[in-house]
């Protein structure tokens, strides 16, 4: 077996040989797509900089690249926002999830093996406490966890690249789902998954997975 310092040395190099813009775009990434930063929260470049302890130079192209994928708003006097959805916009996107999620889930099903699906079921006995804390970027983290875990089997890049962009748009808007009445449904909805996983049911899967990744986001319709 590897050493276990070794490997931590290892990664260590690796985020050393990384670009600047390159780990600071993935930081400001993560932290969007997880509903860390409210929407229509504000940032300046000079202010992601100090933060992030870059120069300028890394600031905006990280940002640069995240205003092209969705994820951030850029004005024409340089002022830098996540995006407020509007309700085609929720609509839209809504409608890519129905799309993406139950191919990528048909298509992982194959492959979910016993190991997947027990993963899968600590990740939502993990969400059911996080929501009992009333930790909700936790929530968002860990039901976004629960999907991968899953998507990764179908072996499809591109198409989880082009869901993980949704992902990315919808993350400060995620967070709003957080609620005493969506408690029970999250968790409700990811046991009908994990049925279907289990019993090798490819359209249950679908229904499921196609149920769940809709029904929250209808309730941000304003």
Do not use: C
């Not at 590897?2 to 990384?18: I, L, M, N, W, Y």
């Not at 079921?121 to 970027?137: F, M, P, S």
């Not at 005493?180 to 990811?190: I, K, L, M, P």
């Amino acid at each position: 077996m590897p050493d276990a310092a070794a490997s931590v040395t290892e990664r260590g190099q690796s985020e050393r040989r990384t670009p600047n813009h390159e780990q600071l775009y993935r930081r400001l990434r993560t932290r969007i797509m997880h509903g860390a930063v409210e929407p229509g929260q504000a940032m300046t470049l000079r202010g992601i900089a100090a933060e992030f302890g870059v120069s300028m130079t890394p600031a905006r192209e990280a940002a640069r690249r995240l205003v092209a994928e969705g994820a951030l708003q850029s004005s024409s006097s340089g002022r830098i926002t996540t995006p407020v959805l509007s309700n085609e916009r929720i609509e839209e996107l809504a409608a890519l999830r129905a799309l993406l999620e139950p191919e990528l889930a048909s298509r992982a099903l194959p492959r979910a093996h016993g190991a997947l699906i027990d993963r899968m079921t600590d990740i939502n006995d993990q969400i059911e406490r996080v929501l009992g804390h009333g930790d909700a970027i936790a929530y968002v983290r860990l039901n976004l966890d629960f999907h991968r875990n899953l998507y990764l089997r179908a072996q499809a890049p591109a198409m989880l690249a082009l869901a993980e962009t949704v992902w990315l748009q919808l993350g400060p808007s995620m967070r709003s789902l957080y609620s005493e009445s969506r408690r029970a449904v999250v968790t409700e909805s990811h046991s009908k998954i994990l049925s279907a996983l289990r019993a090798g049911d490819e359209p249950g899967l679908r229904v499921a997975v196609r149920a769940d990744v809709t029904s929250g986001l209808r309730m941000l319709l304003s």
